[in-house]
């Protein structure tokens, strides 16, 4: 600790107070009296390591005229119901590592600076809602034990959550993000109700033991986490990143206007993919889904090399690259050939333009085995599709004579 504790005794961590040499905890009720008349509206409020109860907290604030200016709760401990309707920090606040025995409710409050509440704990509710916070959000390495609650509430410049644990049941609905959210490994416990955010969210390698509900306006990431339980995930105007996402449930997942790339997906569940105006899925390389359903996509551009299980996947109302217009000459009859336009995967295009033997999954054969267990719900398409694999298990063949 870098600060003087209280003499009271040795287990006390409570940041002494001058002259007296001891924590607000411990001061004698004059010594304590004077303390606080000593406290003014946007002065330092320091309460470093020290026990507050419910009791201390209320004269601490009421003191400082329900505004405190720059406020250092480091390592502190709050024995009592944490309430602070009305009151606004002028300054940064800093409750890292802080233990809260009992409700910690900011409903009301409004923090004119940075917030940090990195590595703090949580015993029961935390509520965060409708709180509006001008600076910066820490609550990295957090637990959070029950219910905890952010919806309606603005962070002005991001919120961080980063290997933190959320046990009980999170609610984010409606929040503003004023530049990010990121929850980088970060564990929910329960169900997880992220819907309706405005602001990009990153939830990377994050573990989603229970039901998750995602929703931005912004960039969505949640590359590399696992989900126990169903995932779903709603977005416009963005894009959304789910490489080598993990998902033990049902996937849903509604683009309008968005991109999406599920490069290395695990869908175990049924998965459904839909979208609306330009929406697009630029790849389902590598991707694990015995039960997948696109519809209304533009996937001209997408890569399938690799897909574990083509015949699982269902299409309709799909878009797909065109092959071109061309003339072939061969040795055999009939020695010239025409070929007319039919829809075909991306990776088709680029293997005839630049064969890659970096990736395996891009020969004619593995195309072969795509084209023909693809679903395709358009007749046309299923055509197009059918005569695909027939060129691709010659190409196969090595026959370029032909």
Not at 133 to 140: Q, T
Not at 227 to 250: N, Q, T, Y
Request: aromatic share 8%; glycine share 12%.
């Amino acid at each position: 600790m870098d600060w003087v504790t209280c003499a009271h005794s040795v287990s006390c961590t409570g940041v002494a107070v001058r002259p007296a040499g001891r924590c607000l905890a411990h001061l004698p009720p004059d010594h304590l009296s004077e303390a606080l008349g000593e406290l003014r509206p946007g002065g330092l409020l320091d309460l470093r390591g020290t026990t507050v109860s419910g009791d201390l907290l209320t004269r601490v604030v009421e003191a400082a005229g329900g505004r405190p200016g720059r406020a250092r709760f480091d390592r502190a401990r709050f024995t009592g119901d944490v309430r602070l309707p009305g009151v606004t920090f002028a300054g940064d606040v800093s409750l890292d590592e802080a233990r809260f025995d009992r409700l910690a409710s900011f409903f009301g409050a409004r923090f004119e600076g940075n917030v940090s509440l990195a590595g703090a704990r949580f015993a029961r509710e935390l509520s965060f809602h409708g709180v509006t916070v001008r600076g910066h959000v820490s609550l990295d390495r957090a637990l959070m034990s029950r219910d905890a609650l952010f919806s309606q509430a603005v962070f002005g410049h991001g919120l961080s959550c980063e290997r933190a644990r959320f046990d009980g049941y999170a609610a984010f609905d409606g929040a503003r993000l004023g530049g990010a959210a990121a929850f980088r490994g970060t564990r929910f416990g329960r169900t997880l109700s992220f819907r309706k955010v405005m602001g990009n969210a990153g939830f990377d390698a994050a573990h989603f033991a229970a039901d998750a509900y995602l929703s931005a306006t912004g960039r969505l990431s949640a590359a590399r986490a696992r989900a126990d339980g169903l995932l779903d995930v709603v977005v416009a105007r963005c894009g959304v990143d789910l490489r080598g996402v993990s998902v033990s449930g049902p996937t849903t997942l509604r683009l309008t206007d968005s991109q999406a790339d599920l490069e290395g997906a695990v869908l175990r569940g049924p998965a459904i993919v839909t979208g609306r105006g330009r929406s697009t899925l630029t790849s389902l390389r590598r991707v694990e889904a015995g039960d997948l359903a696109l519809s209304g996509l533009d996937l001209s551009a997408c890569r399938f090399a690799g897909l574990a299980h083509p015949s699982g996947v269902r299409v309709k109302d799909c878009v797909f690259a065109l092959t071109s217009r061309g003339v072939r000459v061969s040795l055999r009859r009939p020695m010239v050939r025409w070929f007319s336009r039919r829809r075909a995967l991306a990776d088709e295009h680029t293997m005839r333009a630049e064969p890659n033997p970096g990736d395996p999954a891009a020969t004619p054969a593995h195309l072969a085995a795509l084209y023909a267990g693809l679903s395709e719900g358009d007749h046309v398409t299923s055509a197009d599709f059918a005569s695909a694999a027939v060129e691709m298990r010659r190409l196969a063949g090595h026959r370029w004579w032909s």
